[in-house]
């Protein structure tokens, strides 16, 4: 059968096209609901190969038809992996047209044995995904013109927002240079977190630091020292660094909502409200405290306190979908407290925007302008997949996976968190409401018309 789905990108088509080309390209359109892993991207459009890896070990192997290659307006790729050759039959042409308004028309077309419907979710997403990145682009241009690319370093590249955000860097021009912990390859540096060296941050403009021992987990001692030994002293040396390098202005560092405790009710907390009490609400208070010789040495430096990131390939997210899938999903409790919570995209957008945005500093909640209560959270994820939520997890269910104080500092955190600080630049978000994020990470998108 053949299957096809045109959209149409607010950009010239040689922009487009060079999009493609740049490293992060396949991550940024692999859709996060599909068990598809990008393991390595075409080096050429023209006659590249394309790796996935597949559950039970299988790998999808594209290779790209030197025969259909026009520069700047079409390539096509060829799946030529066994069994998967067969079982598929998979040519994917993707064609660029010039559109009015100096925009670019793109056609998907595909031929294969894969049914139609099993591919609208997934080219509906890869569209909005183009879309949504060069709407950001416009956006980041009309506040800093032609901005040189920026040589980025970053720590947790390897983690999920640590992925995308490189990806997203990447095909936008600029250049992340990973900072690893084991051995090195090209495009990373070896990062020792207690004792960094001295030429780490050589020629780089911007520091990302997202390294950090996973926040969710059950709250015993252990656990908890490692949330904060593996950021606060890390941190501190980085700062240094940074406040010591000749070419580093910025650093830009990952943090938490957690700061403000995890009973905060109706109070709507913003940037300026005053931090909480408890475990969290300490360690975050101490990891951002640890960024202070950067600050002190008149670096800009970044704050993002992060809500909860919905992700359907990490977090939370993976969670609830096999609770919901089991027959499990409901409010937890009575379900009337705040979720504070972020699109995946959104974050990256806003870690994106602190790195090129000079004007940004200090602390900045990464939360959606439309925190709902648990049980609306719950309400909107049944919806999306198609199942029931009627009946109420106890309280003792989280508590029993993370321990009575994770279960109070986590899944049953009551904080409003408000993007004061955003909302005041004007930012954008891409998806502002819940049910659109969740679409969005789970397939439940419509391919979008070229009217649109």
């Known amino acids: 059968m053949s299957f096809q789905a045109t959209h149409t990108v607010a950009a010239p088509r040689e922009l487009v096209w060079q999009w493609h080309t740049r490293p992060g390209a396949l991550t940024r359109l692999s859709p996060p609901f599909v068990p598809m892993v990008p393991l390595k991207q075409a080096e050429r459009l023209s006659d590249g190969t394309t790796i996935l890896g597949l559950p039970a070990g299988l790998k999808w192997v594209a290779r790209h038809d030197l025969s259909r290659y026009q520069r700047g307006y079409q390539f096509a790729d060829v799946c030529i992996s066994a069994p998967l050759q067969k079982l598929a039959n998979w040519r994917h042409i993707h064609t660029f047209a010039d559109a009015p308004n100096s925009h670019t028309l793109i056609t998907d077309t595909v031929d294969t044995r894969i049914p139609g419907a099993a591919l609208e979710s997934v080219f509906a997403y890869r569209q909005r995904q183009l879309i949504g990145d060069f709407d950001f682009l416009a956006r980041m241009h009309s506040l800093n013109g032609a901005a040189k690319p920026l040589v980025i370093a970053m720590t947790g590249s390897r983690g999920g927002v640590g992925r995308a955000l490189s990806a997203q860097l990447t095909t936008a021009g600029h250049d992340v240079i990973q900072l690893v912990r084991g051995k090195t390859k090209p495009g990373q ?230 993007p004061a600080y955003l909302e005041n630049l004007g930012h954008t978000f891409r998806y502002p409401h819940i049910q659109q994020a969740f679409a969005h990470e789970l397939g439940g998108e419509e391919l979008v018309c070229v009217a649109d």
């Open 189 to 418: 540096r070896h990062w020792d977190p207690d004792s960094p060296a001295p030429e780490l941050l050589e020629g780089i403009d911007v520091l990302v630091h997202l390294a950090g021992e996973p926040i969710f987990g059950r709250f015993n001692d252990s656990h908890k020292a490692e949330i904060r030994d593996s950021r606060v002293g890390p941190t501190r040396k980085l700062a240094q660094l940074v406040a010591e390098s000749k070419s580093t202005t910025a650093l830009v560092c990952a943090s938490a909502v957690g700061i403000y405790g995890p009973d905060r009710g109706e109070e709507p907390l913003d940037e300026n409200s005053a931090r909480g009490e408890g475990f969290l609400a300490d360690a975050v208070s101490d990891w951002e405290a640890a960024t202070l010789p950067a600050r002190d040495a008149g670096k800009r430096v970044v704050n993002i306190r992060t809500g909860v990131a919905l992700s359907s390939a990490s977090g939370l997210l993976p969670l609830l979908r096999l609770l919901f899938q089991t027959g499990l999903g409901g409010p937890f409790g009575d379900g009337e407290f705040w979720f504070s919570w972020i699109a995946h995209d959104d974050l990256t957008d806003i870690y994106f925007r602190a790195i090129v945005d000079e004007s940004m500093e200090g602390p900045i909640n990464a939360t959606s302008p439309n925190p709902v209560l648990n049980r609306e959270m719950v309400k909107a994820l049944g919806k999306e997949l198609g199942r029931p939520t009627v009946i109420p997890v106890p309280t003792l269910g989280p508590a029993l996976l993370l321990g009575k104080e994770g279960a109070r500092e986590l899944a049953l955190a009551d904080q409003r968190a408000l």
